[in-house]
């Protein structure tokens, strides 16, 4: 199981400055249009331009990131979780991270996939519904009203939450013939 706060702590401690929240989702973007090695590329062109103590020490994490991910998407019992803060985190940071997530998901995607968008790809109508979706939760923040009574808006954010985590199954199951298609180029 991934474990947010042990990354952010392990990514801090070796000066990565990227959001665990953002990683995770651009893990899992690529993972939707191409394999693992796609997704530690794109990890790898994240740190890179980091001037990180010791790298290595956060390998085997990153490493279980992405296994853990992709087990995640192709579990037949819909168990994927976007990596997010616990709920006891305060509104403000949840919500931060959810869009932080959104907001990599797509980058990994486009990263992997540049052509996948706009009715290219062979995907349904419902994936850009998703994609547009995304990227306007990756523009969420948390009024001042909202910060005040936060009751309403957790309910909002677990709602968000959850069409983020179903919209993902459904982006990837869908991209199932892309990935094929993908991965034999690459073999």
Known sequence: MLDYDRLRDSLANVGAVVAVAELHGGVCGALCTSDSRAAQRWLRDCLDDQRLVAPTEVTNELDELVGTSLAQLGDDELRFEPLLPSDDAPLEERVEALALWCHGFLAGLGATAPGLGA?????????????????????????????????????????????????????YEELASYRAQSERALN
């Open 119 to 171: 009715g290219r790809g062979g995907h349904t109508e419902q994936i850009d519904e998703i994609l547009r979706d995304f990227g306007e939760i990756s523009r969420a923040g948390v009024t001042e009203q909202e910060a005040a009574g936060p009751d309403e808006a957790d309910f909002a954010l677990a709602e968000v939450h959850e069409y983020v985590r179903i919209g993902v199954q459904l982006v």
